[in-house]
């Protein structure tokens, strides 16, 4: 592994330089890689250095800038919640029963179920481990518990899988669980890390819980209304998968308690055709599905810039407000995509 010494503190953190301190933790994290048994390292490797937002490493940087002797932690804490997100895209891809990932064939379409459900576990094992080297175990304490909350969320969705009379709320339990716990750790690890104080700790934390909740919205959006080309995944794969979704509960709940119960038992029998999800389509757009849930996506956007605006460190706020608003682009292109996705899927 790269010591840290090889690049300077000040050079990575300085001035909040986010580009500057992701393109150290590429390396950072690729010789950690060099820890696995060699056939596994290539797996690992695979998977891992595939690309990806590195939203996670970017929270903990973010909400850990302020302390530049806390660079070396903020890396290796980095590196444990990204490797934990990786194992659960290795399973998630299994369970969508998706072929694409970042615009590459996932591991399972390549190497089979078997060795994918090893491989995450793996990537699970390896990231407590290095969870273990801080000097309390604050952090393992703080990953541990996402991870396993992440899992019960994985869990709870599998479960739910096929059941359409899921209401919103229990949907939002689900996937703070899936998604909202990892952005939490990240934030409130990288605060920690840094030495800011327990309440602000707390307050990143929160921050992260909601921007986990509106990522995993947003994803389910892109599921619905995105393009396989221009995301780079496969998508379309929550309806006939029988997984619950914003846009779906938002449909049903638009409906008659007839036309509801109807459509609810069409999709629980996973056994539909392409006339069937035309007139699915045709209820999409007549009920403003697509308005109604970018709508209230925007609200939620707007409540997680309000946590960040009222974090009493200036800097920090500013930090987190500004990375909020590169969703702005986001949100705007994905909303132009008027029709559900899944119209074109025979």
Known sequence: ????????????????????????????????????????????RDVVLSGGKRIRPFLVYTCGASNLEATENLLKASAVIEI??????????????????????????????????????ALFSFALELATDFPDSTVCRNVSSATRKTCSGEINQTFSKGNFDITAEEYFAIIQDKTGELFSASCSTGAYLAGLPENL????????????????????????????????KTLGTDLTSGKITLPIIRLLESLSSSESKSIKSILGSGDFDKNFKSYLGEL????????????????????????????????????????????DNKLMNLSSNLLPNFLAIN
Do not use: W
């Open 201 to 232: 700790v707390d307050l990143v934390g929160d921050f992260g819980t909601s921007l986990g909740l509106n990522y995993q919205i947003y994803d389910d959006l892109v599921d619905t209304f995105g393009d396989n080309l221009e995301f780079g």
């Open 1 to 44: 592994m790269k010591p840290l010494s090889d690049t300077s503190n000040s050079n990575i953190v300085s001035n909040y330089n986010s580009d500057q301190f992701l393109l150290f933790f590429e390396g950072y994290i690729s010789d950690l890689l060099d820890s696995f048994e060699p056939n596994v390292k290539d797996l690992a």
């Open 284 to 327: 999409f757009i007549k009920n403003q599905i697509h308005e109604l849930c970018f709508s209230e996506l925007s609200d939620r956007f707007s409540n997680s810039k309000l946590i960040a605006s009222n974090i009493p460190d200036k800097s920090l706020s500013l930090r987190l407000s500004s990375f909020l608003s590169s969703f």
């Open 84 to 121: 934990v997100h990786v194992a659960t895209l290795v399973h998630d891809d299994i369970l969508d029963n998706a072929h694409l990932r970042r615009g590459k064939p996932t591991l399972h379409s390549k190497y089979g179920e078997h060795t994918s459900i090893l491989l995450g576990d």
